[in-house]
């Protein structure tokens, strides 16, 4: 049964990765342009592309798009350019594509200072040098002021899937070992550090860098890999929310060894957020066999960007498509899918 009256308006929180955002993709926009039935709605869409001469089928593309209004523009430990490229990046690479190509679409408000355009694009350089990826093709407008946010960024990116790698939400099996390759809410505590009316003296910083070199060590393991995601809006929480839903799993979360830098403990406490709930950028999530989850964890850790990596929980048949926290202190809680916005505009 439909939950949304055509009366009603949009929300901030239908943009929040969580209950709300799900709801509206899956009643209004998934309907609306033309997709029925089930999807899976992981960060890339997969293309088989026809065989040719001898190949009964040719290779796999992963494809995505993706926009960002982040606010402010300008973050400790990044920028809007910065996060362009490697949200693009990492969507691809999360569905075990190695990342090739990138176009990039720019709508510029009347007033905005050029030499922060400048920064912006040179991070945006700087980043797909780093990820190995081609920024192929663009588009830019410009609009009267008042009518944007300074710049807002859309792109979208294609890659190679190499044979053999299938990954996706919907493919956690009992058993399964959960680990993240690093601390999580960093990213959205550094947003929010220097969002006007907010600021608070930390030595917080965004995590945004792109995952692609980490997820090929990964698969170098041989492991069985099934699952891999970055949590970006809703955080962790939606994230493993997403996978136990999606499989049709239980997933039980250690609480006490879900890596948090202090500093982000420290702000989330003091704003009373959850940063189960706080977006990153530059982490992900991995759902492995439990034979091969040791090897996978210390490959990452072996990585620069995952050498705070651990493993966090573990998927089974009990509570089909809940996600359940083992606190700290001994007891046990539901870790459910965010409701609302905790913090806007972050990515």
């Known amino acids: ?122 991070s945006m350089r700087k980043r797909a040098l780093e990820a190995g990826v081609t920024i192929v093709a663009g588009d830019t407008k410009v609009v009267e002021r008042g009518k944007a946010d300074r710049i807002f960024i859309s792109t979208s990116g294609i890659g190679l899937i190499p044979d053999g790698r299938e990954v996706s939400g919907s493919l956690l099996q009992p058993g399964d070992r959960i680990l993240v390759s690093g601390t999580i809410g960093d990213h959205g505590m550094a947003v929010l550090s220097q969002r006007e009316g907010l600021e608070f003296r930390s030595d917080i910083v965004s995590d945004s860098a792109p995952l692609n070199s980490l997820v090929e060590e990964i698969f170098e393991t041989g492991a069985e890999i099934h699952a891999l995601r970055d949590p970006t809006r809703g955080g962790l929480a939606a994230t493993l929310n997403e996978f136990a839903t999606g499989s049709g799993v239980g997933i039980l979360v250690e609480e006490s060894a879900v890596p948090l830098e202090p500093s ?84």
């Open 264 to 347: 982000v403990s420290r702000a989330c406490d003091l704003l009373g957020l959850d940063p189960f709930y706080v977006a990153n950028e530059g982490k992900l999530v991995v759902s492995v066999s439990e034979t091969g989850a040791e090897q996978v964890l210390q490959a990452m850790q072996g990585h620069p960007q995952g050498g705070r990596a651990a493993a966090i929980g573990t998927a089974s048949s009990d509570h089909s498509g809940t996600v359940i926290l083992q606190t700290r202190v001994g007891g046990k809680r539901i870790l459910d899918m965010p409701t609302g916005e905790q913090l806007p505009r972050i990515c």
């Open 1 to 122: 049964m439909k939950l949304m009256k055509k009366s009603e308006r949009i929300l901030l929180a239908h943009g929040s990765g969580g209950k709300l955002s799900r709801q509206l993709v899956e009643e209004v926009i998934l309907p609306g342009i033309g997709v029925a039935g089930a999807v899976n709605l992981d960060d890339a869409a997969v293309l088989q592309l026809h065989g040719m001469a001898g190949r009964a089928k040719g290779p796999r593309l992963a494809f995505t798009t993706d926009s960002y209004v982040v606010s402010p523009i300008f973050f400790p430990g990044g920028n809007i350019g910065d996060l362009a490229i490697n949200g693009t990046v990492n969507d691809l690479a999360m569905m075990g594509a190695r990342p090739g190509f990138v176009t990039v679409g720019l709508v510029i408000e009347e007033g905005f200072a050029l030499d922060e355009l400048e920064a912006a694009l040179l």
